[in-house]
């Protein structure tokens, strides 16, 4: 099979310096590649197949403009593009052929979904004369990925792809990010266009974000101004947003204590005086407890998940919520709001600034201080400083956060170790939390973590996971050594599926259902893929255990053994309201 | 407590939009009681009709949903008084029915429903109006030998000019259904 070497390299340089981008005769194939290059995407994460080819034979063409990531199945191929995404906030994409390559990234598409994650999908589709014929490898994907998708397109002729990929990226980035699925049959691949790329600005039947009501802000401002007692809820739509120094002049301004939701992390530093830590199942006493205490709540970015509110019919009923939220299906979906802001956290946050109060609540926040202090005396404190022989997450966590400063990107798993790590980890620098909240989406750590490190290849990304959740993507270790990008995994390893198994224990009168893990040997694996790992499973041996794997030069992976049975607390139980967090 | 609403949707003229849309009901668990698709006044926009049985706090969310869905313009959420709406109903009877006695003729005649086909075996009966109605006549009918029965879905149409509505999708339809711009 002959080999191309870049014959249009000149050609396509002199394109891509021209301002209008302007290509006769070319391919659709082709098309998909320079309309992902005229949308600044450096690199994809992908799976080739049959009915992809000749979009795979124009990136062999056009790699030095653009770089493809081969993953070993399309499902890290989708968190990829998250972890991606989530440090560049911009859509990233994953490219697969159709059948089963599609419809292994569902899951990722599912989890992008809800936790608002831009994505673009790009899937292969048999050619339009055999739709609808069972053919080789045919799903209907625009179908199944319906309800999981912003939007999705099926394009079918050739002409259609510079158009259409332009509205995906509009759509994904814009509002409130999520992913959208692109379908392109065979024939679309294979067709002749005169290419032209303009991007997209507007969709007629979309108004990504609501111009912020004047009304709304006074009634708020009047609220916060009068409030005794308020409380801010900080969500990932403040990262979103971008506005993390607004919402820190707003926090000093008006002396309010605030908590975050597990996608808010990282939007204040952890230290911060007003910061009184996460909400939610697992989060901090505080938090939680006084949110059925507050007069007003001012939840931004954030939507009312079940995991945030427990029992939702006695959440805050005694506050005057308002509501900042850029998506209108959100307002009054879960909480009611007193006052609804609809649009964008950063510009709410401006618009709400000039007409408020410069306060403190000294009393209010020593109400908080004091919940931390008995977490600590309950909780904390056996966890991070353990009397126990064997080694407790939370030591873990703590000591890699002391190691990194608190300026590294953590990339989690699902399960006690993701709420360990949400817990104990000091988020010094903002944009450093990524981790499957919405979906839960075991398997989800590994990819990520090697798609964070594309996207910030100068920051430690630390990847923590589960010996349950490594072991469901596992092959990615492939694609962390072929691309030699230098992640650092720690494998939290209990030989449980701890998450589970602590719910057994204390609603299931201790019936471990199919929870235990035979495990292999994890260091025996990683190094079979050509990556370094070590060890550790006594408490003497961990700090060194981590300073050697920081100071390794390449991707490295550490095996912590930690103790079987260990419960995360606290915990709002199913069903429980907020104020009934349990410390044990 | 549950009450019907009648879901004006208004949308772009796109196919792969019915799923979507139904997709907001089935994942509630809601049944839809009717599902009617036309174009309207405007060859551009698309007006799918939707009656359901639900409560306000519930049909608000829903409406919230399927507003956010890309290629929607518009929901307006209709209680039966704010609208003029109609169903159509065909009965198919034996056309011997009609010759044995002048029964089915009376019928017909005091409920304003019309003889639509007559063939040598069968004929049809139509009826426009409300449920009640066209539920009304099926019962009359039944005791001569209803051989078949299909009900249409509701259309309506709001009994007030809809003026913020109209003036907004006149706005919306200034604009090409994607705006694209030059690179920079």
Aim: glycine fraction near 6%; proline fraction near 4%.
């Amino acid at each position: 099979m002959t080999v191309k070497k870049n014959p249009k390299k000149g050609k396509l340089d002199q394109v891509l310096k021209s301002p209008k981008l302007k290509m006769k005769n070319i391919s659709g194939a082709e098309a998909v590649v320079l309309s992902l290059i005229a949308e600044d995407i450096k690199c994809l994460f992908g799976y080739p197949g049959g009915a992809i080819m000749p979009v795979y034979d124009e990136l062999y063409r056009y790699q030095e403009h653009i770089n493809h990531i081969l993953v070993r199945h399309e499902q890290g191929a989708t968190h990829a593009a998250q972890g991606h995404a989530r440090i560049t906030n911009k859509a990233s994409v994953c490219l697969a052929t159709s059948g089963p390559g599609a419809t292994n990234l569902i899951t990722g598409i599912a989890d992008a979904q809800i936790d608002s994650t831009p994505m673009v999908c790009i899937t292969g589709q048999v050619p339009s004369t055999l739709l609808g014929t069972d053919a080789f490898q045919e799903t209907d994907v625009i179908g199944v990925t319906m309800p999981v998708t912003k939007w999705n397109y099926q394009i079918t002729k050739a002409s259609e792809v510079p158009e259409i990929i332009a509205k995906a990226f509009y759509i994904a980035n814009s509002g409130r990010p999520g992913p959208v699925v692109i379908d392109i049959t065979k024939d679309a691949q294979l067709g002749m266009l005169d290419f032209e790329y303009k991007k997209c600005v507007a969709v007629r039947t979309y108004e990504p974000v609501p111009k912020i009501n004047k009304d709304a802000v006074a009634k708020a401002v009047e609220l916060i101004n009068k409030a005794k007692k308020p409380f801010m809820l900080v969500g990932h739509g403040v990262l979103i947003s971008k506005a993390q120094k607004e919402l820190l002049k707003f926090l000093e301004l008006t002396g309010i204590p605030c908590g975050m939701t597990l996608q808010g992390l990282s939007a204040l530093p952890t230290s911060h005086p007003l910061n009184t830590g996460m909400l939610g199942m697992h989060g901090n006493y505080g938090p939680n407890i006084k949110t059925n205490e507050c007069d007003v709540l001012i939840a931004i970015g954030m939507r009312f998940d079940d995991r945030v509110t427990g029992d939702v019919t006695r959440y805050a009923k005694q506050a005057q919520v308002i509501h900042i939220e850029i998506d209108p299906a959100e307002i009054n979906k879960n909480v009611f709001a007193h006052v609804p802001l609809i649009g964008d956290a950063k510009a709410a946050l401006k618009a709400l600034m000039p007409k408020l109060k410069k306060k403190k609540y000294i009393k209010w926040l020593k109400e908080f201080d004091a919940c931390k202090k008995e977490e600590y005396k309950k909780v904390v404190k056996e966890d991070i400083y353990p009397k126990s022989d064997g080694l407790t997450m939370g030591e873990v966590v703590r000591m890699v956060s002391e190691k990194t400063e608190g300026r590294a990107i953590i990339v989690t798993d699902v399960g006690q170790h993701q709420m360990v790590a949400a817990r104990y980890y000091d988020y010094e620098q903002t944009d450093s939390w990524i981790s499957s909240g919405g979906l839960g989406t075991m398997g989800f750590c590994l990819p990520a973590a090697f798609g964070a490190k594309m996207a910030a290849p100068k920051r430690e990304v630390v990847a923590i996971i589960g010996d349950g959740g490594f072991q469901m993507t596992l092959q990615e270790l492939g694609t962390i050594w072929q691309s030699e990008l230098s992640v650092k995994i720690i494998i939290l390893n209990n030989n449980f599926l701890g998450m589970v198994r602590q719910w057994q224990q204390l609603f299931f009168d201790k019936r471990y259902s199919f929870v235990e893990l035979k495990n292999p040997d994890f260091v025996a694996i990683t190094k079979g893929f050509g990556i370094e790992a070590a060890k550790v499973d006594e408490r003497k041996n961990l700090s060194n255990g981590l300073d050697i794997m920081f100071e390794h030069d390449g991707p490295y992976l550490l095996e912590v053994v930690c103790e079987k049975e260990r419960n995360v607390f606290p915990m709002i139980p199913s069903g429980a309201a907020v104020n009934e967090i349990r410390l044990d | 407590m549950n009450t019907e609403y009648t879901l004006s949707i208004l949308t772009e003229n796109n196919v792969g939009l019915l799923q979507n849309i139904v997709t907001e009901f089935t994942k509630r668990k809601i049944n839809i009681d009717s599902f009617t698709g036309s174009e309207t006044e405007n060859k551009d926009i698309y007006r799918i009709t939707i009656l359901v049985n639900a409560s306000e706090q519930l049909i608000k969310k829903i409406a919230n949903s399927i507003e956010q869905i890309i290629d929607v313009f518009r929901v307006v959420v209709y209680k039966d008084d704010e609208l003029v709406y109609q169903e159509l109903a065909l009965y198919k009877v034996p056309t011997k029915s009609l010759l044995d006695s002048n029964s089915v003729e009376n019928i017909v005649r005091e409920n304003n429903a019309r003889i639509l086909y007559v063939g040598k075996e069968i004929t049809v009966i139509e009826k426009t109006g409300h449920k009640e109605q066209t539920q009304e006549l099926f019962e009359k009918l039944k005791p001569y030998n209803i051989l078949g029965f299909s009900r249409s879905g509701r259309i309506a149409l709001s009994n007030k000019n809809m003026k913020s509505v109209n003036k907004f999708l006149t706005k919306q339809l200034k604009n090409d259904s994607a705006t694209y711009e030059p690179v920079k």
